[in-house]
């Protein structure tokens, strides 16, 4: 058995036990980039939405940014996952990409 078996079956086994001790309703889980949680959770409740969290989206991305540039993107991108609506999101983004497409094309 794989490390991605051996996660998948370690997940569905958390989301079933949840599930026997009353969860019913998950649509929204946050995890860090877990390959085998997503899998899990759609097998138990297909319909919920498995997403990965702010602080791990921007860690990875910001993995490719040169060390003395990091605090400065970072402070960038925080008006687009703070924003409080998709509307103010798009156009934070929007901002953020017409000040860094041409510099850090990635």
């Not at 078996?5 to 958390?14: C, I």
């Not at 008006?79 to 509307?87: E, L, M, N």
């Amino acid at each position: 058995m794989d490390a991605s078996t051996a996660g998948a079956k370690f997940w569905l086994g958390v989301f079933t036990e949840l599930r026997n001790r009353g969860l019913r309703d998950p649509l929204i889980v946050c995890c860090d980039g877990l390959t085998a949680l997503p899998e899990a959770i759609t097998r138990i409740r297909p319909e919920a939405m498995v997403q990965t969290c702010v602080v791990h989206l921007l860690r990875t991305s910001l993995r490719y940014v040169a060390s003395d540039q990091k605090k400065k993107l970072a402070a960038a991108l925080r008006p687009i996952y703070t924003a409080p609506s998709v509307t103010a999101a798009e156009a934070a983004f929007a901002e953020f990409r017409t000040l860094y497409e041409t510099k850090s094309p990635a």
